[in-house]
């Protein structure tokens, strides 16, 4: 097969603003995703899931999402969006391909996947974090008789009722699902560190500008009192109704899990039949060993979005590390722009752009 210029790996929010970019370049190219149906990670969230930010402040490049009368994007709303906006710029995604490996071969990578080898100059991994949610080792927790799960395999409250349920994790998933649990369920509150909250009065949008100082004060912007950040809890009506009925109390994380419930430092025991951890996603790089970029905390060392070790290879979308707010829908378009531009220009340095007939 003839090299293309890029290979983007991964077709959600991610890759779908790379694509966005890239066919404003005479870069030929290509988006592999493992998943059978459009929307990356989305399909996969609770159905009751709302996002926090208005439909116009949640939109990827060039195409803002349709507006919502009923409040801020529901979960279906934002895989319709992403299915649309696919089709809306033809992106050129191929799927259901996984790719497994990403070697180095001369001057060209090569990526294999379960459908052949693409041979690339330029590869972008934007493969998410949604296939590995963490769960921290905790005293006691494989001997808890109850039932665990991750909030990613969290699909609504109904199995719960009438339980004793802990919810741990002082984001945003552990709120909004202490917040529907604790409708038909008796709720316990588990974090690390006290909890951030939003003000009731603003939405994502500010959450968004409020980090985004933050950010360009740590980048030698102007300083800023912001003290906010994007993990912070937004007031959702769900959560605001949660705080009404008394139930969005935090307390510190037990000592221990014991097989009927757990214990907290000063002897105090709560049974439990359930604990759900909303503790987060790790990125997973196995597709990258090859290239002998993976550290060994999981991620691959980059200035910007750019490996350090692999000059032809990108992340995108995996967090902080890979580009600000490179993991929300308003945040990925600005990282995936400057990563196409970077990539298009490290391109251009070695030789023009190839065109096909
Ligand atoms: P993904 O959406 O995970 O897409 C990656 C794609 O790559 C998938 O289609 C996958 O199949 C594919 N892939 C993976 N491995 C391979 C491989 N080896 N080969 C080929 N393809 C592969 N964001 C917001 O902006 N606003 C919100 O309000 C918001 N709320 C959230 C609430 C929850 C509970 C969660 C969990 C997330 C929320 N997010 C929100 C974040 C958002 O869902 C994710 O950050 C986002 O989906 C990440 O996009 P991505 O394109 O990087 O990865």
């Not at 990526?111 to 690339?120: H, R």
């Not at 994007?230 to 705080?243: E, F």
């Not at 993991?327 to 030789?351: F, K, M, P, W, Y």
């Amino acid at each position: 097969m003839e090299p293309l210029d890029v290979v983007v790996i991964g077709a959600g929010q991610a890759g779908l603003a790379l694509g966005y970019y890239l066919r404003r370049t005479a870069r030929s190219y290509v988006v592999l995703d493992a998943s059978p149906s459009p929307g990356g990670a989305w399909p996969l969230t609770w159905p009751s899931l709302r996002l926090f930010s208005p439909a116009e402040a949640s939109s990827l490049p060039g195409w803002l999402m349709p507006s919502i009368d009923r409040g801020y994007p529901t979960r279906d709303e934002v895989v319709e969006y992403l299915v649309r906006y696919e089709q809306r710029y033809e992106l050129p995604v191929r799927r259901p391909v996984r790719v497994q490996a990403v070697r180095r071969a001369d001057d060209l990578l090569r990526v294999e996947s379960d459908s052949g080898t693409f041979p690339a100059r330029a590869v972008v991994s934007a493969t998410g974090t949604a296939a590995t949610p963490h769960v921290p080792s905790f005293p006691g927790r494989d001997g808890f008789a109850g039932r665990q799960l991750h909030s990613a395999d969290y699909r609504g409250p109904e199995p719960f009722a009438g339980q004793h349920v802990m919810i741990v994790g002082a984001g945003n998933s552990a709120a909004q699902i202490l917040a529907e649990v604790s409708r038909i369920a008796h709720t316990t509150w588990a974090t690390r560190e006290p909890p951030r909250f939003m003000p009731d009065d603003v939405d994502g949008r500010a959450l968004f500008t409020a980090a985004s100082r933050r950010y360009r004060a740590r980048n030698g912007g102007p300083p800023t009192q912001e003290v906010h950040g994007l993990g912070d809890i937004v007031m959702v009506d769900a959560v605001k109704d949660a705080r009404l009925r008394g139930v969005l109390s935090p307390r510190p994380m037990p000592d221990r899990l014991v097989p009927d419930g757990a214990v907290w430092p000063d002897g105090r025991f709560r049974r439990l039949d359930a604990v759900i951890w909303c503790t987060g996603f790790d990125a997973r790089l196995d597709h990258l060993d090859p290239l002998g970029v993976v550290e060994p905390d999981g991620r691959v060392l980059v200035d910007g979005t750019r490996s350090r070790r692999e000059p032809m290879l990108w992340l995108v979308g995996y967090g902080g590390w890979t580009g600000f707010a490179s993991a929300t829908l308003i945040g990925v378009g600005r990282t995936a722009r400057s990563t196409v531009e970077q990539v298009d220009r490290e391109l251009a340095a070695a030789r023009p752009a190839m065109r096909y007939a």
